[in-house]
Structure formats: C-alpha cells, structure tokens
Nanobody, 115 residues
Framework: QVQLVESGGGLVQAGDSLRLSCVASVPDFSSYAVAWYREVPGHHREMVAAASHNMQTNYATSVKGRFTISRDNARDTVLLQMNSLKPEDTAVYYC?????????WGQGTQVTVSS
C-alpha cells in the first residue's frame, strides 16, 4: 500500500528554519519525481519546490534562495529545508511523488510562521 508520511511542521517565528520530511513507501522510489506543495484556505494549492528523479530542481519564485528540496533515495525520503521563514509561508505543506501514470500525495503538515 502506497503511503506518504510527512513530518516536521510546527509553529515558528519569522526568520526561523524548519525541515520537512516525507517518507514515501512506493516501489522504486528513485524513479519518481518529487515535490512539495502548499495550500492556504481559499487559495489554490501551489508548487513550492520540485525535483526530478535525477535532481533537476525547480522552485517557486517566492521561496527561491530560502528553501531547498533534496532526496535520500536510500531512505525513500524527500526533504524540504526552509530557512528565513516569513509569515506568508504559513500553509499546509504536502509531499507529492509521481511518475508517468501515477501521482501520490501525503496527508499534509501545518507550518505556521508568526511575525
């Protein structure tokens, strides 16, 4: 059974850092593209950071230079290092893994940044 389990969210102050982790129980994890999205109530879910199976990365303009996506294929894990957090980064963050024909989501983890 495919399962994506996220962790690492929480309440922090502006300027702090957090690291989100997502363990993906999918077969042949290294063949998947991975990504982090976030969603704020009343808004569309937006891509924050993405990485292809060979670690070509892409970031939303709003997080470029502050967030870093990485993957540990030996542990089937996707990480999102978030530095210099801002109140506008407050959202539910979702892990996503996918390849042709399949697409999986985690349950989401809340990140709240106070000013």
């Amino acid at each position: 059974q495919v399962q994506l389990v996220e962790s690492g969210g929480g309440l922090v102050q502006a300027g702090d850092s957090l690291r989100l982790s997502c363990v993906a129980s999918v077969p042949d994890f290294s063949s998947y593209a991975v990504a982090w999205y976030r969603e704020v109530p009343g808004h569309h879910r937006e891509m924050v950071a993405a990485a292809s199976h060979n670690m070509q990365t892409n970031y939303a303009t709003s997080v470029k230079g502050r967030f870093t996506i990485s993957r540990d294929n030996a542990r089937d894990t996707v990480l999102l290092q978030m530095n210099s957090l801002k109140p506008e980064d407050t959202a539910v963050y979702y892990c996503n893994v996918g390849r042709v024909g399949v697409n999986y989501w985690g349950q989401g983890t809340q990140v709240t940044v106070s000013s």
